[in-house]
């Protein structure tokens, strides 16, 4: 299969041209390895096994003789030897050249492993499961980037070219490179399922050599993904896993969570706390999250025929959908998503803030029924923000710079009250 163009490889360019070594991570079979090695000229495969134990001791004892293949070299892998980091921090400040190293993990690393955070060395990218831009079925028609350029910018009638159904396969497939080699409709289902195997039965000990219970993990995920998309307690989640495990701390319930997240498994969101409203009217709590949709429907043993019969359910995980592909589709603008809901029910199921202060207020909603709605959600936000800027006149919150539902419906369109409407399938970096 020929390699599929990422949006991650432009930011890896850019990177490289600007500081002495990059760091690529996110979950397994994200395609961060491939994405590395289009722009390598050398690489070490810390996790080869006719090679390991050489790496290792090399590693161990002279960690500098693995660093003399030609620029940018790849280590792949890099956590399973954490001293690699320093060494490579002090690389950089010797050659004081740029784009000499690309690094690569599928898990953090705890910062007591290493002595130097690497700012100013080693600039850091997050990869993602692919977007259905970077996968080949959105037609890329929509760019999130020129509708943020362009204020007056009217859409105009471009036509999504996945139906609902559509939609639903490609959640349950997931964004794993892996599912679009696989030949038949099974084998492409059957990658999410083996990747949530792998994190059960290995990672969730392996990433910190600490020995945790596969039952008790994969309790902990059924939670979430029961609870994804929403803002569910803690409290509640830790009563469902005691039903199933008999006994669950709350200390045990943040290290497994810590665990899922520190593999890229998890990525809960983050409140917006604006102050329209006073302070204990917006719930701060954090929305529950995964890196893919294709993790929840894995763990839930949902199938595509089962999710279309059932489509609220559905509902949240598509917000899951557009969550992964937003993150891609503004990395290269220091995207951060976020939510705002306050004690009143009125929300945006996103909040997108761009590293330059612009931001995006969004709602996910799956039909047309849904989209007046949303909009609605969306204009009473802007008009509280208009409200409070022209009451407290000193300290001002930035007008949304963009209004948009995001919709699995088939057609892109700009309403007269500003707010866009744009299937996933059509949208793009």
């Known amino acids: 299969m020929d390699y599929l163009p990422r949006i991650a490889d432009k930011v890896l360019k850019s990177r490289l041209n600007a500081f002495g070594a990059v760091l690529i991570e996110g979950p397994k079979w994200c395609g961060k390895t491939t994405t590395a090695m289009q722009q390598a000229r050398s690489v070490i495969r810390l996790q080869d096994p006719d090679l390991r134990d050489a790496y290792m001791a090399t590693a161990q004892a002279r960690p500098s003789n693995l660093l003399r293949g030609e620029a940018p070299e790849l280590i792949d892998e890099w956590q399973d030897a954490p001293v690699l980091w320093d060494a490579v921090r002090v690389a950089v400040d010797d050659r004081q050249k740029a784009g000499q190293f690309i690094l690569t993990g599928s898990n953090s690393v705890d910062s007591e492993q290493i002595r130097h955070s690497g700012t100013g060395r080693i600039a850091r990218i997050r990869m993602l499961p692919m977007s259905l831009f970077e996968s080949g079925e959105s037609t890329g028609e929509v760019s999130l980037g020129q509708l943020f350029a362009a204020k007056d910018y009217q859409l105009g009638g471009e036509i999504s070219p996945m139906t609902v159904n559509d939609i639903i396969f490609a959640a349950c497939r997931g964004g794993w490179p892996a599912s679009l080699v696989a030949t038949d409709r099974a084998a492409r289902l059957s990658v999410a399922q083996v990747y949530v195997q792998g994190v059960l039965a290995e990672d969730i000990s392996r990433i910190d050599k600490v020995r945790r219970d596969p039952a008790t993990a994969e309790a902990i995920l059924r939670s979430y993904a029961r609870n994804v998309s929403t803002l569910a307690k803690k409290s509640s989640m830790i009563k469902d896993v005691i039903a199933i495990t008999e006994t669950c701390s709350p200390n045990t319930f943040d290290d497994y969570v810590d665990a899922l997240t520190r593999l890229f498994v998890i990525q809960d969101i983050d409140a917006w706390s604006p102050a329209v409203r006073s302070a204990s009217a917006i719930r701060r709590g954090k929305k529950r999250g ?109 007008e949304p710079d963009l209004l948009m539902v995001i919709t699995a419906g088939p057609m892109a369109y700009t309403r007269p009250d500003g707010v866009h409407v744009v299937p996933l399938a059509c949208l793009r970096d």
């Open 290 to 398: 995964f890196v893919d949709p294709s993790i929840p429907i894995a763990i839930l043993g949902l199938s595509p025929e089962m999710l279309e019969v059932d489509l609220k359910t559905f509902g949240f995980l598509f917000e899951c959908m557009c969550i992964r592909d937003l993150r891609a589709y503004s990395q290269a603008l220091g995207g951060k998503m976020s939510y705002y809901h306050d004690r009143y029910d009125l929300e945006a199921d996103g909040v997108l803030h761009l590293s330059d202060g612009r931001y995006a207020l969004l709602e996910f909603k799956l039909g047309s029924e849904e989209i007046e709605k949303g909009a609605a959600h969306l204009l009473e936000i802007k008009q509280l923000i208009n409200e409070y800027n022209n009451k407290e006149k000193q300290i001002l919150i930035r």
